[in-house]
């Protein structure tokens, strides 16, 4: 519907919103196009950084899917990543209809300081947020299992429950129906 790099110029609408985000070249954008069914919705690129503004897309005129830029390495210049970290925090932290966060965190990796920090961020400010595992086709069930458990138990020395996890792939199309279905309970007011 739009794309803007001011959350001030965000599109005003009472629909609940769900804001996708993680670190560059997490399978953000593949994840997107794997939600929505369309292929080339969100574009895909192997060069980490590629969105760049807060793009929203209408779904089913019933709510958005925020896409925002990733946090972390990206291949801009400093000062620009600056200034993405700082629109981002303005539209988490002032966004009126937004619901979640879905935070996507690579399922390859075990924990990684850059996002368990950005969780806690979260977390300090009361924004409401889930853990989306992607590339879960990549590795196998019990290397997937340990780094869950991993990042479980990290999350847990600071929290005193866990927030709503996924596993996707968007190879598979693992874990879309279960998002939808927690996306269409949230916008239903039911509990997450």
Not at 48 to 74: C, M, Q, S
Not at 79 to 98: A, D, M, P, S
Not at 177 to 188: A, G, S
Request: charged residues 25%; proline residues 5%; hydrophobic residues 40%.
């Amino acid at each position: 519907m739009i794309s803007s790099k001011d959350p001030e110029k965000c599109p005003v609408t009472d629909k609940p919103e769900f804001a996708f985000v993680g670190r560059s070249n997490v399978g953000k954008s593949s994840l997107i196009n794997m939600l929505t069914g369309f292929k080339n919705l969100a574009k895909t690129s192997t060069e980490p950084g590629k969105t760049r503004l807060i793009n929203h897309f209408n779904i089913n005129d019933e709510w958005f899917l925020v896409d925002l830029p990733g946090y972390g390495y990206a291949k801009a210049l400093r000062t620009e990543r600056g200034k993405w970290l700082i629109f981002i925090q303005k539209y988490l932290l002032f966004r009126q209809n937004l619901q979640c966060v879905m935070v996507l965190i690579d399922a390859r990796h075990e924990p990684l300081a850059i996002d368990l920090e950005f969780m806690n961020w979260l977390g300090e400010n009361q924004v409401p947020f889930a853990m989306v595992f992607t590339k879960s086709d990549k590795l196998t069930k019990n290397h997937l299992s340990a780094n869950i458990e991993k990042y479980k138990a990290e999350m847990l020395k600071s929290w005193e429950f866990l927030p709503s996890l996924f596993i996707s792939s968007s190879e598979t199309g693992a874990g879309r129906d279960d998002m939808l279905d927690f996306i269409e309970d949230v916008t239903k007011g039911k509990p997450a």
